[in-house]
């Protein structure tokens, strides 16, 4: 067990805990299946194993939080991991943030809210890619309006002289 998870700790980039105390068997089944669909590595560990699972990795000061019924949520996404536990935490009050880390920083409650809150890869690369995209687009449309023009004033040419004839 304690390899398992210190293999998901290896290729980690965050690790969000929280208190599950009085979560029944369906809200955690819930939470679970949320998990595997976000790419989250979620389990109820024993707080030992743990310890020794991240000891000697970036997360080791994670040790200290490390107190109580706790359900921990690993993923390779910094954001994913605090995304989900929040979010869930938001609809079931059963579920409680602890804290969390990334590799050599320690989180407490408000700054896996505050991790929570930030968009996801996926999202700050689309909006790259549209910051990106905007100048060439912009640049189309100019290009495209030369054209247009001179044949909008060779219609309104034509149009005059039509009248005048």
Do not use: C, H, W
């Not at 690993?74 to 009050?93: E, H, M, R």
């Not at 309006?145 to 039509?162: C, S």
């Amino acid at each position: 067990m304690i390899e398992e998870v210190s293999a998901e700790v290896a290729k980690a980039q965050s690790i969000v805990i929280a208190e599950y105390r009085g979560l029944d068997v369906a809200a955690v089944t819930v939470l679970r299946k949320q998990a595997r669909e976000s790419g989250v590595y979620l389990r109820v560990l024993k707080n030992t194993l743990t310890r020794r699972a991240v000891a000697g990795t970036p997360f080791e000061g994670l040790s200290k939080q490390l107190v109580g019924p706790l359900i921990y949520g690993i993923s390779a996404d910094p954001v994913a991991a605090a995304k989900l536990l929040s979010d869930f935490a938001k609809t079931n009050d059963k579920l409680v943030l602890k804290g969390g880390a990334l590799p050599n920083s320690l989180m407490d409650t408000e700054g896996v809210k505050a991790l929570a809150s930030l968009p996801s890869r996926e999202e700050l690369l689309a909006k790259l890619l549209g910051t990106m995209q905007a100048p060439v687009a912009q640049f189309v449309r100019t290009l495209n309006e030369v054209p247009t023009k001179f044949v909008r004033g060779l219609a309104a040419v034509r149009d005059k002289q039509a009248e005048a004839a």
